[in-house]
């Protein structure tokens, strides 16, 4: 069976202070896609970062980065020198190949207070 | 300019009265879903469309349908709400290829009040 555990159900942090969203996943597929998303206060799930299965390499986009480990089956998402912009839920996906299924964890809700 | 739109945003109705949400998209997506979205958790796919090609959860209740008579619009209809229909709608697209890999495009959704 398919599933992403967030297991951080709401964070607070300070503005300025880093923090990592966690996201475990379970598959059997050998191929398979992970995701983030935020969903601001308005409700539209707005795409963030699409990763595949045969590429482990992290990234980093602005202050945003990603740690993907097949490892420890876990899609990390870290925000350095967060700000109240980045108030919001967050939430993990994964995709198999071949499907149009996709899982979400139940979301990580990040407050950045000022 | 929004690719994805949703009506209404905010639809209240009464128990058992049928409602319809709309999804439109300027995409030109091949593949539009309907997510049901509860308070505090995940996203639930009820079902999806592969063009015209309807492909429905095992799990979604027979009380949901969808048509899709064109590639831009999308419809949920719920023929008879029950108070556990009341929830956030999203509908979202992607495009053909890379199935499982692509990018969903959401809209704002649709939130249903059941009184």
């Known amino acids: 069976a398919q599933k992403v555990t967030q297991a951080q159900t709401e964070i607070s942090v300070v503005e300025k202070e880093d923090v990592t969203l966690d996201c475990v996943y379970e598959?059997?597929?050998?191929?398979?896609?992970l995701f983030w998303y935020k969903q601001p206060p308005s409700g539209e799930l707005v795409f963030l970062i699409r990763?595949?299965?045969?590429?482990?390499q992290n990234e980093i986009s602005g202050r945003y980065s990603w740690n993907f480990q097949k490892s420890t089956s876990s899609f990390n998402f870290t925000i350095t020198a967060s700000q109240v912009v980045d108030s919001a839920v967050y939430f993990c996906?994964?995709?198999?190949?071949?499907?149009?299924?996709?899982?979400f964890g139940t979301g990580t809700r990040l407050k950045v207070l000022a | 300019d929004a690719m994805v739109i949703q009506n209404p945003r905010y639809q209240v109705t009464q128990f058992g009265k049928p409602v319809t949400l709309s999804c439109s998209q300027t995409?030109?997506?091949?593949?539009m879903y309907w997510y049901q979205q509860k308070s505090s958790q995940a996203p639930k796919l009820l079902f999806h469309?592969?063009?015209?090609?309807?492909?429905n959860e095992a799990d979604t209740p027979d009380n949901f349908q969808s048509r899709r008579p064109n590639t831009s619009f999308c419809f949920l209809d719920i023929r008879s709400p029950g108070l556990g229909d009341a929830a956030m709608y999203l509908c979202?697209?992607?495009?053909?290829?890379?199935?499982?890999?692509?990018?969903?495009?959401f809209g704002e959704g649709s939130r249903l009040t059941v009184l």
């Open positions: 979202a697209t992607s495009g053909p290829g890379l199935a499982g890999g692509g990018e969903l495009f």
């Open positions: 990763r595949n299965s045969f590429d482990e």
């Open positions: 996906a994964l995709g198999s190949s071949g499907t149009y299924k996709y899982i």
């Open positions: 598959t059997r597929d050998t191929t398979y896609y």
């Open positions: 995409l030109n997506h091949n593949v």
């Open positions: 469309y592969y063009d015209k090609d309807f492909n």
